[in-house]
């Protein structure tokens, strides 16, 4: 009766960690990312701004991917013992799909989609958490809600010209400028 027991329980261990492995696989990021970012060159959207004669500043999808990736890179801590390691972002109007490696409890990598909105709410491009996804698994919102970033536009702007609107478009974001703040 005892082996029988021992027997058992040892078989429910092994199936247990062969679980845990094959779940450990399925969350395994598919690709290597980093929160490495470029710093937009202002002076560059200026001169693109005077050859086109508009008060208005394009920030294209690379424009974009940038600023965020500096935002998350200084809030790389989560909810639940999960970090940020990586991730690649894809501008979609004013909805980011972004592909994120993340580690919990410092030891399982997982890749998921997250997915934000942008809003403007002057003075601040605001990027709020709707949900995150690994593979095809929706992730309670209990589980990894993000806190809305803040980024001030109007710090990355030359200290006469204010921001009028912002408008998300298809890949790029538009700003529209009005001169003497």
């Not at 920030?59 to 500096?70: G, P, T």
């Not at 799909?97 to 399982?108: F, S, T």
């Not at 997915?115 to 690994?134: A, C, D, G, R």
């Not at 698994?137 to 912002?166: C, D, M, R, T």
Request: proline residues 6%; glycine residues 2%; without cysteine.
């Amino acid at each position: 009766m005892l082996k029988k027991l021992m027997f058992a329980i040892l078989t429910l261990a092994v199936i247990a960690a062969v679980m845990l492995v094959i779940v450990i696989q399925y969350v395994k990021p598919t690709e290597s990312l980093d929160l490495q970012y470029k710093e937009i060159s202002i002076s560059n959207k200026i001169a693109e701004m005077i050859l086109s004669r508009k008060l208005e500043v394009r920030l294209s999808e690379e424009d974009v991917n940038q600023l965020l990736k500096k935002q998350l890179a200084s809030h790389t801590q989560l909810p639940h013992d999960f970090r940020m390691e990586g991730a690649t972002l894809n501008l979609q109007g004013s909805m980011v799909e972004a592909d994120v490696n993340v580690r919990w409890h410092e030891r399982i990598p997982i890749g998921a989609l997250a997915l934000f909105t942008l809003s403007w709410e002057p003075p601040n491009l605001v990027i709020q958490h709707v949900n995150t996804q690994i593979k095809n698994w929706q992730l309670p919102s209990s589980w990894l809600q993000l806190a809305p970033v803040e980024i001030p536009l109007q710090s990355h702007l030359p200290k006469l010209i204010g921001i009028k609107n912002v408008v998300f478009e298809d890949k790029s974001i538009l700003i529209q400028l009005k001169p003497f703040q």
